[in-house]
Nanobody, 125 residues
Framework: QVQLVESGGDLVQPGGSLRLSCAASGFTLHYYAVGWFRQAPGKEREGVSCISSSDGSTYYADSVKGRFTISRDNAKNTVYLQMNSLKPEDTAVYYC??????????????????WGQGTQVTVSS
């Protein structure tokens, strides 16, 4: 069965950290560009970070640059999103997506790819 499964979302205080995981099954994730996206209530889905399939190049939205880090563990067929210095505005459902294309922060580029079910991140005191 081909699927992506996100995990690691939680309730955390401002300034805290979380690591999200995006685990693939049924296909080899390192052949695909992988993006992390988030959607807060009443807002459009936005790109957070992505990593290329070829050379591991990484890209970040300005809102998370310097705080979030995307990485791959090919042996575990998993992509991670390390989130530090979390802010209340980071609260959202976080999704990962994989597509055979150049890395992109535009979620519409992943429409024909694989998507996970999402994991909730809540930053609140």
């Amino acid at each position: 069965q081909v699927q992506l499964v996100e995990s690691g979302g939680d309730l955390v205080q401002p300034g805290g950290s979380l690591r999200l995981s995006c685990a693939a099954s049924g296909f080899t994730l390192h052949y695909y560009a992988v993006g992390w996206f988030r959607q807060a209530p009443g807002k459009e889905r936005e790109g957070v970070s992505c990593i290329s399939s070829s050379d591991g190049s990484t890209y970040y939205a300005d809102s998370v640059k310097g705080r979030f880090t995307i990485s791959r563990d090919n042996a575990k067929n998993t992509v991670y999103l390390q989130m530090n210095s979390l802010k209340p505005e980071d609260t959202a459902v976080y999704y990962c997506a994989a597509e055979d294309l150049m890395p992109s922060l535009d979620y519409s580029d992943y429409e024909s790819g694989y998507w996970g079910q999402g994991t909730q991140v809540t930053v609140s005191s």
